[in-house]
């Protein structure tokens, strides 16, 4: 793909490898993409295909082995703060949800407005707010270990909302939850999406989820594929 097509795009990445075990695990393998400010983008494709790893680098969790990515004109290797860059501009929900098990659902959220300027006393009550509209008024005082797959990972979904992010990086948000609560999220991420025109960009191996998507990149052995390609 030309990744010079999207003069708006807000995320920009090209040539980029990732690569462990000295080389012999290639995660992803010449990767270009661009991301149109408030695209919906789904990202799909088999097991180990590199889903997680795009996602991981675009959030700068994880630095490419080779490759660039910009935020907007930002490349990455400018960034001062890491750390607060993504507090700022990107909320992560990871396949993993990644909540701190110290602390209770409403502080979990809460959590992440740390350090973050602007963020005022008011964060307590837009993380109850985000909490209630994800169904989960009851367990805000609940730990993580008291609590269902699901609510950790609305939990999660609540946390990676709360600082208003430009960009969301989801990692199989849907994946822990029944088709009910599946729906009630993609249709809050969704309304976000249009209200504020937040970028979303989301690995999923679930159709119902790729099918609201304004597009979907299929990926296979760490490239981009075209959705036609065969299976190996
Ligand atoms: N830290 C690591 N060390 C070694 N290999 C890794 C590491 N992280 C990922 N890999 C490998 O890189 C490849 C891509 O992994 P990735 O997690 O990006 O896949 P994925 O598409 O997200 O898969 P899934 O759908 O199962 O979540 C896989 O072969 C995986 O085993
Ligand atoms: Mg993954």
Redesign the pocket.
Known sequence: MNTESFPDAIVRARALALH??DGE?Q?LDGVDIAIRAGEFVAVV?P???????LLNIIGTLEAPTTGEVFFRAQPYGGIRDPSLFRRQHIGFIF?SFNLIPTLNALDNVVVATIGVPGAGSDQVARARELLEKLGLRDRMAHFPNKMSGGERQRVAIARALINTPDLILADEPTGSLDSANSAAVLTLLTDIQKERGLTLIM?T?DPSVSARADRIIHMRDGKIALPQDPAP
């Not at 097991?47 to 790893?53: A, D, I, R, W």
């Open positions: 462990f075990d695990t995660a494709g097991s180990g295909c590199g889903k997680s790893s396949q690995a191996h």
